[in-house]
């Protein structure tokens, strides 16, 4: 890169000044968006899939808030996963989490009343999206 020259020959030095901070701001804009940037994790899409299952369909017995505590929770035993629990969210693989999604609780040895949601099985976005969405409930 060339920077403008005094009658002298010598670089313009508020020129030189100006010129580092932006490069060295256009290098580092670059390697955040080619790292994934600050927000890691699923897509957008995926993160917007896995609200839409969650409400439509998990808080049902999930409740809004992931405690367990939906509308259909009442008649349930035991009761839905409470996706607070620390120690159950340190327990599980996402891998895991998807499989029973998928499965459903009888097929994995849980609860028959956690239905199995095959049809996810072929939605990588709603699957990513869930996972992302029941770690949420951690944080």
Request: charged letters at 25%.
């Amino acid at each position: 890169m060339s920077f403008p020259r005094a009658r002298d020959g010598g670089i313009i030095p508020a020129m030189e000044r100006l010129w580092k901070p932006i490069l060295l701001g256009a290098a580092c804009t670059l390697l955040v968006a080619a790292c994934g940037g600050e927000d890691s994790g699923p897509s957008k899409v995926a993160r917007s899939r896995g609200e839409q299952v969650f409400a439509e369909t998990c808080s049902t017995c999930h409740g809004k808030t992931g405690i367990g505590d939906g509308l259909a929770a009442a008649a349930l035993d035991p009761k839905p996963r409470n996706y607070t629990d620390a120690a159950w969210q340190a327990s599980v693989t996402d891998d895991r989490i998807k499989e029973i999604i998928v499965k459903g609780g009888e097929a994995m040895g849980l609860s028959v009343g956690m239905p199995a949601h095959a049809h996810l099985k072929n939605d990588p976005d709603a699957l990513e999206g869930l996972v992302w969405k029941i770690r949420s409930f951690a944080e």
